[in-house]
């Protein structure tokens, strides 16, 4: 017998039992960015290699040791998207979406990270992104964080803390780097190996560092806050105040600086506890530099992405999980006549009732094989139909869930009933 071939180590399969969840989570997301007027874009999920390079940066982590990169046939390097917002921009570029322009845009789906497979953290993980151009004001950042909140609302996600940054310019950031960098060459005995590595090439990352033996290096260091113009940190301010105004609790961490080289000023995360270490579930910011690095005219932008995977495994956790439809009606049948009546009858149930969810038998069987497979599909409803119930015009309505009696009903009448019950 041939070797079983399995899935690829750290992509997972999103079972039958387990879409139900993925597709309410996705519809809830779907519906709240459509009533903040956000359009969705699709893009490939291959990209040339040059342009993650030059939006994330050469010499971060995902690029050197993380992307899922290969020459095509034409001696092409491409590259499988890391993550969304360099395609976004891109391809907003590509097709004269952005220049003297304002755009709310949004996209969701797979992306690839060669990275050590953990509980929350996969080689294939899925991603809504948000994506809005040529808006440089504070109130397009407070809108996106005030989405976020309804969105956790509406899902019933309780225990998510907001925690905020402000990376200041581009320019601000440098000259800041250059303090960070003379700071850490003091105490670079003091730093682990990857710190050290990152002191040349992304000092700031050395900040979230998780080792907690450089927690009192970290905490010695110099604040980027301190090193801001006050046009940066009024623009932090007025989005504070916002917030505060909205009610929404949020918590400043000096030491948020995001994981990609484009952001700029704010900087935000949602984060939970519930999910051991990979604990951010929502995470974005300000990368007002991106566009134009990209090619374009300078270009203000803000966004986020949600993590999928980690927002499901919350969702596991509440009542939704237990609470989402299944199956509505298991149709058994039992006879020729009945079968060939069966297939009339689904398919005008289903005319009458399009949010219906019905399954016919199909496979043969007696009504005690029918039965089970009823129940081990989880309807709520068995409709029994044999010759004899032809013959009168009726059908048997069983309730699988509640116990419930079996009631005959006119089959005329089944949709109203149903329509009714349903």
Known sequence: MAKQIQAIRGMKDILPQQTPLWQYLEDRVRSVLGRYGYDEIRMPIVEMTELFKRSIGEVTDIVEKEMYTFADRNGDSLTLRPEGTAGCVRAGLENGLIFNQTQRLWYQGPMFRHERPQKGRYRQFHQIGVETFGLEGPDIDLELILLTVRLWKELGLEGLELQLNTLGTSEERANYRELLVSYFQVHYDELDEDSRRRLESNPLRILDTKNPDLAQVVAGAPTLMEHLSEESLAHFEVLLKGLDDAGVAYVLNPRLVRGLDYYS???????????????TVCAGGRYDGLVEQLGGKPTSAVGFAMGLE???????TTAVAQQLPGVDLYLIMMGDKAKRKGVQLAETLRDALPELRLIS?????????????????????????GDDEVAKGEVGLKPLRDGGEQLQVKIDDLAGILADRL
């Open 265 to 279: 000023r704010t900087v935000f995360e949602w984060v939970t506890d519930q999910l051991g270490a990979q604990g």
């Open 310 to 316: 980690r927002l499901v495994a919350l969702l596991e």
């Open 361 to 385: 038998h199909c496979g043969g069987g007696g009504f005690k094989s029918q039965f089970k497979k009823a129940d081990k599909s989880r309807a709520r409803f068995a409709v029994i139909l």
